[in-house]
């Protein structure tokens, strides 16, 4: 007699499928494993991420690092009141002013933020920039030298610091809201001309960037897609199609190239 076909089709998925039963109840792994995963979920909403080694890894990079705050104070307040955590403090608006980084108008910029997932941004943050940005040179796309690491932040936080330094598109990177597969998912989202005031729809957004999704190498050839038909184009959101897929099917068996300096 074959086995349970299901079983063969959990090889393929984190999704909670074939779980099986004891009498009228799941048994009591499954449930376990269920109480485990909304365990870690909940961590990754509440834990503060530790930028420590995400700086250092970005230094490591070539990057120099600014942390800024949103006006969310803690995270008890920044889940209660999500417009908070998509503007600036006062302090973080004065260290980007007195930067004098405005000046020369950079055409891309950075930011990492922590989002509603500790897990992803320490994880994930720094692969995806080692990949991304020798990508984003090749292709001739000047990135400013600072990434800016963003505390309490909402997707939206990158519009402000993009305006700040009159970028024409900002990246930023941010812990997306954990399911109870993927505690640890990173979110990637471009927005041509930031403002505030930026509608969801004017973005591109790369999800589920982990090992177990979407791969650091498959996201940088996303990215550096967007990045380049958005700066052509002048636009992101719904009217720029993503169009990466035959570059991600070339660059599997090609290595990214050198980065011999930060632009």
């Known amino acids: 007699m074959n086995g349970d076909p299901w079983q063969t089709l959990r090889r393929f998925t984190d999704a909670r499928i074939a779980l099986g039963r004891t009498g009228h109840a799941l048994p009591a792994a499954e449930v376990l494993r269920f109480q485990l995963a909304h365990a870690q979920a909940r961590d990754a909403v509440g834990q503060p991420v530790d930028f420590a080694p995400?700086?250092?890894?970005?230094?490591?990079?070539?990057?120099?690092?600014?942390?800024?705050?949103?006006?969310?104070?803690?995270?008890a307040t920044y889940l209660k009141r999500p417009d908070w955590g998509r503007l600036l403090d006062p302090l973080s608006q004065r260290q980007l002013?007195?930067?004098?980084?405005?000046?020369?108008?950079?055409?891309?910029?950075?930011?990492?933020?922590?989002?509603?997932?500790?897990?992803?941004?320490?994880?994930?943050?720094?692969?995806?920039?080692?990949?991304?940005?020798?990508?984003?040179?090749?292709?001739?796309?000047?990135?400013?030298?600072?990434?800016?690491?963003?505390?309490?932040?909402?997707?939206?936080?990158?519009?402000?610091?993009?305006?700040?330094?009159?970028?024409?598109?900002?990246?930023?990177?941010?812990g997306e809201r954990p399911g109870l597969s993927s505690p640890d998912s990173l979110g990637i989202y471009l927005t041509f001309e930031p403002r505030h005031g930026r509608q969801n729809a004017e973005r591109n957004c790369i999800s589920n960037v982990r090992p177990a999704g979407l791969s650091y190498q498959q996201a940088a050839v996303k990215v550096t897609w967007l990045a380049r038909e958005a700066l052509r184009l002048g636009?992101?959101?719904?009217?720029?199609?993503?169009?990466?897929?035959?570059?991600?099917?070339?660059?599997?068996?090609?290595?990214?190239?050198?980065?011999?300096?930060?632009?």
Do not use: C
């Open 54 to 75: 995400l700086e250092a890894g970005l230094r490591g990079l070539g990057y120099a690092v600014t942390t800024l705050h949103s006006q969310a104070g803690d995270r």
């Open 235 to 263: 636009l992101t959101g719904v009217g720029l199609k993503d169009g990466s897929d035959d570059l991600a099917l070339e660059s599997q068996s090609t290595p990214p190239p050198a980065l011999d300096h930060q632009g």
């Open 97 to 174: 002013v007195e930067s004098g980084a405005g000046s020369n108008r950079p055409e891309v910029v950075w930011v990492i933020g922590d989002g509603l997932s500790a897990f992803a941004v320490e994880r994930h943050a720094v692969p995806v920039m080692e990949q991304a940005a020798p990508r984003l040179a090749a292709a001739g796309i000047a990135v400013h030298p600072t990434v800016f690491l963003a505390r309490q932040a909402r997707v939206a936080l990158g519009d402000e610091i993009g305006a700040a330094l009159n970028a024409r598109l900002v990246i930023m990177l941010i």
